[in-house]
């Protein structure tokens, strides 16, 4: 396997003082052909969730807002709504076009595939 990694970074962004912000808790895996980002972002759908990449950098973003019941007044709330984000610094051995997310259950998944140059290689050995 290759020596690449993708890197969280460390710098937050500065957001307004009203809104929570959430650091998604992740996985990052790497296989032969591709490295693949899971988060959880409970309470995210797929219409509140944005990948984005620029210069290298994977922004992950998602925003959740409980519902409150019809009918029903909460005595007490530890559940808020708020803004999820992150950032990962990408090697060069990725292929930024081919990048595929989805959310499903409040996890995104970001699949980041391998250039076909840096993918491992079975090498045929004949004697």
């Avoid at 003082?17 to 693949?36: K, L």
């Avoid at 807002?65 to 009918?71: A, F, H, N, S, V």
Wanted: one cysteine or more; hydrophobic letters at 35%.
């Amino acid at each position: 396997m290759s020596e690449t990694k993708v890197m969280p970074n460390e710098a937050s962004v500065p957001s307004p003082e009203s809104e929570a912000v959430f650091v998604p808790r992740v996985d990052i895996r790497e296989t032969a052909d591709h490295f693949e980002v899971v988060a959880d972002m409970p309470g995210a759908d797929d219409k509140s969730v944005e990948a984005t990449v620029q210069n290298r950098v994977l922004t992950i973003e998602g925003w959740s807002c409980p519902e409150k019941p019809e009918g029903h007044e909460p005595l007490g709330q530890e559940f808020g709504g708020g803004r999820y984000r992150r950032d990962f610094t990408l090697p060069d051995s990725v292929e930024v076009n081919g990048i595929r997310a989805r959310v499903r259950n409040g996890v995104l998944s970001v699949r980041i595939p391998k250039k076909e140059d840096v993918k491992a290689r079975r090498i045929q050995v004949t004697g």
